[in-house]
Nanobody, 124 residues
Framework: QVQLVESGGGLVQTGGSLRLSCSAS????????MGWFRQAPGNEREFVAA????????TYSDSAKGRFTISRDNAKNTVYLQMNSLKPEDTAVYYC?????????????????WGQGTQVTVSS
């Protein structure tokens, strides 16, 4: 199995930046595509960004595109989400997830393992 632990969340002002990290256990991290999802109170969990096992292909939601960057360091078993130009609507719990064989990368049901989440709060 793969265990995922997110970190890097916190409180920032509008326009600020945060870098989220997700550390994975085990020795098979590089076999998995990795994704970031988020969920705000009262809302459904939504896709944010994903990166293929090779790190070459990335996918972003419309809201994340141009502001967020997903990357991975397979040697460190870690995936990152750099978030810039943060807005209050970005406030949510952010989850990382691992998918062994995704086809579309944006669907929750394609991911096999999930972290516990880290809170991101953007004040106005």
């Amino acid at each position: 199995q793969v265990q995922l632990v997110e970190s890097g969340g916190g409180l920032v002002q509008t326009g600020g930046s945060l870098r989220l990290s997700c550390s994975a256990s085990g020795r098979t991290f590089s076999n998995y595509a990795m994704g970031w999802f988020r969920q705000a109170p009262g809302n459904e969990r939504e896709f944010v960004a994903a990166i293929a096992w090779s790190g070459v292909r990335t996918t972003y939601s419309d809201s994340a595109k141009g502001r967020f960057t997903i990357s991975r360091d397979n040697a460190k078993n870690t995936v990152y989400l750099q978030m810039n130009s943060l807005k209050p609507e970005d406030t949510a719990v952010y989850y990382c997830a691992a998918a062994l064989s995704p086809r579309f990368y944006i669907r929750e049901d394609e991911y096999d393992y999930w972290g516990q989440g880290t809170q991101v709060t953007v004040s106005s």
